[in-house]
Structures are given as structure tokens and as C-alpha cells.
């Protein structure tokens, strides 16, 4: 299917002995709001997310990403372009607690240990998003339909970036609990840890008690999007454009990123695949 349709976008050129519309009047240019709809064949993470207590299959289909694209003429029946957006979407849930008192210390309820379901109104509460930013240069070849109407194809091509960010929190938190150092007592360069005695020859620093957690892995990726698109000037200086095309791209096995910084050398490939679905509602000609 994939074949079929990049095959009919480079076909579309061979069509211009069809229009008869002269090359002059292909000037100006137009930039406006355009939203993107992408739905991905999968989102990458997603299948470990029940591990967590959350259903990936929350999350919404086709993926909204906001943003913003212009376009210009520069020679003959040839345009270029560039999009810039982002977007995302989410799910979380409040998950039941049970308490139990773990004689073994296997971190699992056994059938001889104590349990009760926890009755307070401090249950934590986990979350999930899924982000997705594109920044691409376009560049298509025009037909005139009519004199107001324009058919195009081309391709986006650029970088994208996306991002699963896991947020689980335990207690609401507070604004002055947020800068507070969570492995001590600072004083000036100086960072002040206690332990016990048995500890003191050979400390293990860990984080004391916090209200909530976050984990973050992202990464970059090439992104191509060939689509075909159809043009309408309805007003003077104003005008809708609707694009459809298959986005391509694909993270690299290794590449995928702890917040930000320490690279995850075990992390899988990734294809972020899918069709889009774009409209533009542009100012200019």
C-alpha cells in the first residue's frame, strides 16, 4: 500500500500536459495555522505501559500536533515551504492500593500475609505522555485545476522529536518541597547526609522520601512525509489547503535518551509510520 501511493506522488508530475494554465500565474506565497492528524501504526513505549497500571489503547487516534506552515513560489510550477508543530496526547489513572506486610521480602503478596485495601485519600496517581514535534521543509510541484483551485504533490522533509514522559506521584505536591534537596541538607557546596553506624564505613546515598517521580526518554529522528494536496483561494487573501500523505520516520536502535541526557544503549528501534491528514486555513495567494 505504502508502494502504491509514494509511486502515485512522483506520478503526479507526468500529468502536467494535462493543464494548459500558464506558469506566470503561479506567484506569492501564504502562511497560516495548520493542524496535522497522524495516526501511527504504534507509538513507541506504548506496550509497556500496562506494567504500570495504564491502557495504552488510551490514547488518542489519530495524535493532534499543532502547528503552523508557509509556503512560496520560486520558479515555474515549483514551491517550497516548511511546517513547524507539536503535539501529544495522555492517559493516567488513580490505581487501588492494597497494603500487605511482606514477610519474605519478595515485594509480591503471598497467600499467608497479611493484607487490607488502603481506605485514605492519598492514593497515587500515574501518568503517561506521549509527545511528538516536527520541524520540516516541503517542497511540491502545482496543477491548476481551475483558476482558484490548485492540485500538488511533494514531501515534507526535516527532524522530528518524541518523548515518553512517565509521572507517578504519591501525594500532592508543594512549592517549597520542590526545591528542596531530596538526599540531605545543603549548606553552601556542601551537601550534609546522615547514616547509621552500620553504614558509616560504606554509605549507600539514596533519595529520602519524595512526592513524586518522573522519567523521561526521548529522541530524534529523519522524518519524510510524501502527501498529495489541494488548494482552494475562496477570498482574495484568504484560502484552504488539505493535505494527505504516509509520514516516515524511524529512531535508531540506541538513541533513545534518559531525561535528556544519559543515552539508553539497550533501547529498540522505533518507526514512527502512520497517515496524516493536514489542513491549512492561510493568508496570501
Do not use: C
Amino acid at each position: 500500500m505504502k508502494k502504491i501511493f509514494i509511486t502515485f506522488i512522483l506520478s503526479i508530475p507526468l500529468l502536467n500536459g494535462q493543464f494548459s494554465y500558464p506558469a506566470e500565474d503561479f506567484l506569492g506565497g501564504g502562511i497560516g495555522y495548520s493542524p496535522m492528524y497522524i495516526k501511527l501504526d504504534s507509538i513507541p513505549g506504548a506496550s509497556f505501559l500496562s506494567n504500570i497500571g495504564l491502557d495504552p489503547n488510551k490514547f488518542d487516534d489519530p495524535i493532534t500536533v499543532h502547528g503552523g506552515e508557509g509556503f512560496a513560489h520560486v520558479t515555474g510550477r515549483w514551491r517550497i515551504g516548511g511546517y513547524a508543530g507539536m503535539g501529544g496526547s495522555s492517559v493516567s489513572t488513580i490505581p487501588e492500593v492494597m497494603i500487605f506486610i511482606d514477610q519474605n521480602g519478595n515485594d509480591s503478596l503471598d497467600a499467608n500475609e497479611t493484607s487490607k485495601m488502603y481506605t485514605d485519600e492519598l492514593n497515587p496517581s500515574i501518568k503517561a505522555k506521549f509527545t511528538f514535534l516536527l520541524g520540516a521543509a516541503s517542497v511540491e510541484y502545482v496543477m491548476p485545476l481551475l483558476q482558484d483551485l490548485e492540485l500538488s504533490s511533494g514531501a515534507l522533509l526535516g527532524l522530528g522529536r518524541v518523548g515518553m514522559a512517565l509521572e507517578q506521584q504519591s501525594a500532592n505536591p508543594k512549592w517549597k518541597q520542590i526545591f528542596s534537596n531530596v538526599y540531605g541538607t545543603q549548606s553552601n557546596d556542601t551537601l550534609f547526609y546522615g547514616v547509621s553506624a552500620n553504614e558509616y564505613d560504606n554509605p549507600d546515598i539514596r533519595p529520602g522520601s519524595v512526592s513524586g517521580v518522573l522519567k523521561d526518554v526521548s529522541a530524534a529522528f529523519f522524518n519524510f512525509q510524501p502527501y498529495v494536496a489541494v488548494k482552494w483561494q475562496f477570498l482574495e487573501r484568504l484560502g484552504l489547503r488539505i493535505s494527505v500523505g504516509f509520514n516516515k520516520g524511524t529512531v535508531r536502535a540506541g538513541s533513545w535518551k534518559l531525561n535528556g541526557r544519559s543515552q539508553i544503549l539497550d533501547s529498540p528501534s522505533s518507526a514512527l509510520s502512520g497517515v496524516t491528514f493536514r489542513t491549512m486555513l492561510y493568508i496570501g495567494l
